[in-house]
Every structure is written in C-alpha cells, then in structure tokens.
C-alpha cells in the first residue's frame, strides 16, 4: 500500500492566486515527520517545510504553510500569492520513527508539477 | 559551505560498463543514503548508511553496491549498468538519530542514461 499519495499529477494556477498541493499518508506510528520539497526544473530538491506529528499548530515558512489534519491523515501544502518562480514538482514525504534506531529514510510520493500561469 | 555534491551530474554509458557515482558531505553527518528518482513513481531508496562501515539496503536495491569507508564519502557503484537504471540519482545526508524533524540534504542529484 502506498504510504504517501499524491492525487494531482498536475495543476495549472494563475498567478498571485494560493494553491493547495493533496498530500494523503499511511502510518501506524505515533511518532512521524511530514516534509514537502520543491523540485524545480534544474533538478535539485529543495526542503520547504516541515510537520511533526505531535505538533499542534499548523508549520508555517513564508508563503508556504501546511494544512496538517491528523484524524485525516493528510498534509496538504497551501502556497500563497503564487509566484512564477513556484512552478517546479512539489514531493511531500514521509519519515517515520526508525526502527531499532536504523533506516531514517523519507517515504516520498509520486509528486505533483505545478504550473503558474501569467 | 554546508553541502552535500555528486559527481558526475550528468553520464551517459554502455550497458555492462562498470561506473561509480561519487557523493561527499562536508557537515560530518552520519546518516547518508542513495535514492533513485522515476517519473510516476517519485523517489525511492537504494542504500543508506548509519556510520561508517555501517551500511545496508533500502527499497531498490538490486544492481547496485555502496561503500562507507569514510564518513564524508558514499560512493554509488553499479558493476553492470541495465537500461532500467537509467534514472536521476541523488545522494542525501543527515545527523543520525536527530530527530524527526531534522532536515536531509541533498545533493544536486546525477542523471544516468544507460544505452
């Protein structure tokens, strides 16, 4: 089953408008981060913004901020006053706590590429 | 600068052609781990190391070898590429046992093209 599900493959936004990027997880853990990174067209991932699982308010950065609703298991991100400079492949990822203190990997979705339209 | 780089960033090779992908991180990090990224299927784990000759599989790990004789370096090593490891690489840090919270960094990534 995937633990991650990202349900917008694309999306197509006008410019200054917020977007909503789904982000959907799985986990029988308590204890979890939640990351969303910005893959622009160079290639290189970049971090934005990160959840825990036991943090009550919802993680700001700038213009980016993330719609944690836990009972729902989702971890939306929520861009604000959209730019150009935005349009890139969003990844939301995962990592759960590790195992007998071992693989702290990020369980990533398949991605959503977000196009800002002039 | 706190970074984490590969090399090469780009290589198109032969299949069966032995080749290693370099990654070095100059942060001291502990934790570092190889990913593979496919359209449609986002970015899936290769190989991660905990410390120094401490190394093990993740997700995909077939058709490939690491090696963690250093702590800055975790070479990626495939001893006979296949076309179906035509992929964008990246290589990635952290401290180890941190925290959740705590930030993997990646490198810029390496595009692979096996013919």
Request: hydrophobic share 30%.
């Amino acid at each position: 089953a995937q633990k991650i599900t990202q349900t917008q493959p694309g999306m197509f936004v006008q410019e200054k408008e917020a977007v909503t990027l789904d982000c959907t997880y799985d986990t029988s853990d308590q204890s979890y981060g939640l990351f969303w990174y910005k893959q622009p067209s160079s290639g290189e991932m970049i971090f934005l913004i990160y959840q825990g699982s036991y943090d009550e308010q919802n993680a700001t950065e700038g213009r980016y901020s993330l719609n944690f609703q836990k009972a729902r298991k989702s971890a939306n991100l929520v861009i604000s006053a959209s730019q150009l400079g935005d349009s890139a492949m969003y990844f939301c990822a995962m990592r759960e706590f590790p195992l007998n203190f071992g693989n702290e990997k990020l369980t990533f979705g398949t991605g959503t590429r977000l196009t800002i339209i002039p | 600068e706190a970074q984490v780089t590969q090399n090469p960033r780009y290589l198109i090779t032969v299949t069966g052609k032995k080749l290693t992908v370099t990654c070095s991180q100059n942060m001291n990090h502990e934790y570092m781990s190889w990913y593979r990224q496919d359209p449609g299927l986002g970015l899936r784990q290769i190989y991660y190391s905990m410390n120094v000759e401490v190394t093990d599989k993740g997700d995909v790990p077939e058709g490939y070898k690491v090696s963690r004789k250093e702590k800055r370096n975790f070479p990626l090593i495939l001893e006979s590429p296949s076309p179906n490891q035509t992929s964008l690489y990246f290589c990635a840090s952290s401290p180890h046992l941190a925290g959740l919270d705590n930030e993997q960094f990646f490198g810029p990534g390496t595009r692979l093209t096996v013919l």
